[in-house]
Every structure is written in structure tokens, then in C-alpha cells.
């Protein structure tokens, strides 16, 4: 069992930068390959960035690469998602997940956290 916490979202202005943290409980984090996803407002909930269980292998949704970096401390149990030049597109709740692999389908990850909210004004 996996509990996952997110924090780091907040309000910032078109152009800014955020970091969000993901703390996950529990010794098997390192086993678990980790994920962010997101959802506006009327909208489904959508893959942002994934990472394997070592760090060595990232994947990024066409919309953020380049902009987003994800990465994991398996000795903090934390994977971050580094958000630069933030778009008003980018408004949703974010959400930390995890599972045994990285894939872009949401029903095939096991653990999710409760959501940070991350609002980018024009």
C-alpha cells in the first residue's frame, strides 16, 4: 500500500514557474514507477509525466514537453514536477499517482493522491 500526498500548487502568472512535490509513505516507493496527471474543470483526466522506478526513464505528454521535467528521490520518497513557462491551459488540479508500469491510462495506475490545485492567470 501506497499513500501519495501532493503539495507545491498555488496561483502564478502566465510565464511563471512551480514545483510540485508528491511525498509517498511507505519502503516499496522505489518499486513503484510514479506519475502526474491532471484535470480541468469539465474535462477527463489527462497523463502529464511519468518515470520509472529508477528515475532513468521519463515520458511526457506532447503538451508539456519541454516545459515540465519530471524526477523522483527514492531516498525521500518524493517525485517533483518541475512546471516552467506555465500557460493558462495548464489550470487543473494535478494529481501524483503510482503503479508497476508507466503508461498514459489512468484506470492502470494504483495509487493516486489527493490533487494540488494549480491555477495560471493571462
Known amino acids: 500500500q501506497v499513500q501519495l500526498v501532493e503539495s507545491g500548487g498555488g496561483l502564478v502568472q502566465a510565464g511563471d514557474s512551480l514545483r510540485l512535490s508528491c511525498a509517498a509513505s511507505?519502503?516499496?516507493?522505489?518499486?513503484?514507477?510514479m506519475g502526474w496527471f491532471r484535470q480541468a474543470p469539465g474535462k477527463e483526466r489527462e497523463f502529464v509525466a511519468a518515470?520509472?522506478?529508477?528515475?532513468?526513464?521519463?515520458y511526457y505528454a506532447d503538451s508539456v514537453k519541454g516545459r515540465f521535467t519530471i524526477s523522483r528521490d527514492n531516498a525521500k520518497n518524493t517525485v517533483y514536477l518541475q512546471m516552467n513557462s506555465l500557460k493558462p491551459a495548464d489550470t487543473a488540479v494535478y494529481y501524483c499517482a503510482g503503479g508497476q508500469l508507466t503508461t498514459v491510462v489512468v484506470s492502470t495506475w494504483a495509487y493516486w493522491g489527493q490533487g494540488t490545485q494549480v491555477t495560471v492567470s493571462s
Open positions: 511507505g519502503r516499496t516507493f522505489s518499486r513503484y514507477a
Open positions: 518515470i520509472n522506478w529508477s528515475g532513468g526513464s521519463t
